[in-house]
């Protein structure tokens, strides 16, 4: 685990319409994050065919994002995101984050609601209601003496026990309870179940869609769910430690191999492709990542 890697980064995601499409509008989300331990190095987000109309903007939640429109009939469109990022390893050491059961003292001395705000990632969200077996679950991982951050592992580590990483079990609109109650899913199913228990633990939580390199370091094995984008879970530990990330998919803290794209507080808020148009008939969609460590 070196103190910083550089990534070369290439992410397709073509759409293929057996009837051809008219007046196609789309927001992506698939430029990677200037984050105080990641730097975009070089890189854009380019449309094939060009766009007849585009805008690039920032979101709530500070993720950019590039709004495209296309005027005209389209049987197949793709986007891409080509570029360079600079990924420095989290800092580590001592565990200075607030007992579990502290938490909700601590979040009462945070005024601020800024996109960074614990306040937002609280509550439900539009793709992750309570629910009340993931919650017994997650009662079941702790105890009311773990710190936040011993507890949030916990969660994590019993995750990917109870999981079977599966992509054929879900799709991208599975219900989390749903996969919860099949042990079965991909890292977005499981980060959606880790984020809805560390908030019925009342720990303020998100989630963190991005690449995961696609060449292990010599003597380790490839990540789980490298060959297309990731997700994994950011949770609040109190003021003093903040925001921590988690990939409950591989059971490990997210680190150099995690490259960040968007924040949010589920999927909803960042899907990297999010389109509406008018078509008869079905489409499909490739995705292709490369991750190559420089």
């Known amino acids: 685990m070196g103190m ?73 469109i793709d986007f891409r995101f080509r570029g360079r990022v600079l990924k420095h390893a989290p800092a580590g050491g001592l565990d200075l984050s607030c007992g579990l059961s502290l938490l909700p003292v601590e979040l009462g001395q945070i005024r601020s609601i800024a ?31 773990m710190s936040a951050l011993e507890a949030a592992d916990a969660v994590s580590l019993a995750l990917n026990a109870a999981f079977t990483f599966d992509p054929k079990a879900t799709e991208v609109t599975t219900k989390p309870v749903d996969a919860f109650r099949a042990r079965r899913g991909v890292c977005q199913d499981i980060s959606h179940v880790m984020i809805t228990a560390l908030r019925s633990l009342g720990m303020p939580a998100g989630y963190v869609s991005g690449f995961l390199r696609t060449i292990p370091p010599k003597g380790r094995p490839r990540l789980a769910g490298a060959d297309a984008m990731h997700a994994w879970v950011r949770a609040w530990c109190g003021a003093e430690t903040g925001w921590v990330e988690f990939d409950p998919t591989n059971a490990i803290r997210a680190g150099t191999d995690h490259v960040t794209v968007a924040i949010g507080r589920d999927y909803s808020d960042v899907a ?18 490369d991750v190559v460590p420089v």
């Open 4 to 76: 910083s890697q550089t990534y070369d980064i290439t992410l397709r995601i073509a759409y293929v319409y057996d009837s051809p499409a008219a007046a196609h509008r789309t927001l992506l989300r698939m430029l990677p994050r200037n984050l105080p331990e990641q730097q975009l190095l070089y890189g854009a987000v380019t449309t094939d065919p060009a766009p007849s109309f585009r805008v690039d903007d920032v979101d709530f939640f500070g993720n950019p994002v590039t709004e495209v429109t296309h005027d005209r009939r389209l049987s197949e």
């Open 115 to 145: 996109p960074d705000s614990p306040h937002h990632f609280l509550g439900a969200s539009p793709r992750l209601p309570a629910a009340p077996d993931i919650a017994a679950f997650a009662r079941d991982c702790v105890s009311p003496e």
């Open 272 to 289: 990297p492709a999010r389109g509406s148009l008018r078509s008869a008939g079905s489409h499909k969609t490739t995705h292709q990542v």
